[in-house]
């Protein structure tokens, strides 16, 4: 009897010690988390290079859980011809990723071609099991910079 309890309080200690708690990063393995990454950053690409800004707008959120408005229909005179990544990191944790992009593009009424590096901040929400992009998309601020 005195065995079975000492196994028993043994059991309950070190379970309760686990940090694979409801918000942990962890509840989702990394190589699940790293294929999911995979599949946003190729969903994204995608939606830049068809410039689908609404899309691209539902990829964009801060840690602190508010969405970034950029007007979106204002865009429709960009045009994107060219893009693609070009380095992926993830972070040790997990849980952080840089994401180096380079895209072509030009806005209809100047016909002028530009090209710009994109470095993203993609951060994990464990809550949603889903990534979101932290850095604003440049057009988007050139965009809003020129009204």
Known sequence: MLLKLFFTFGFVILTGCSNHYEGSPERVDRSSRI???EETIKAFSEAVKFAYYDEIYRF???PSGTSIDYQS?????FRIID???LS???SDDGITARVISQFQFYQIDEGKL???LFEQSWWYNPIRNKWFLKTPFPLFEEKLNTD
């Open 83 to 85: 893009y693609k990544n």
């Open 88 to 90: 992926k990191l993830l």
């Open 60 to 62: 964009q959120r801060l």
């Open 35 to 37: 294929m999911s990454l």
């Open 114 to 116: 530009k090209k710009t």
């Open 73 to 77: 229909e204002k865009l429709s005179s």
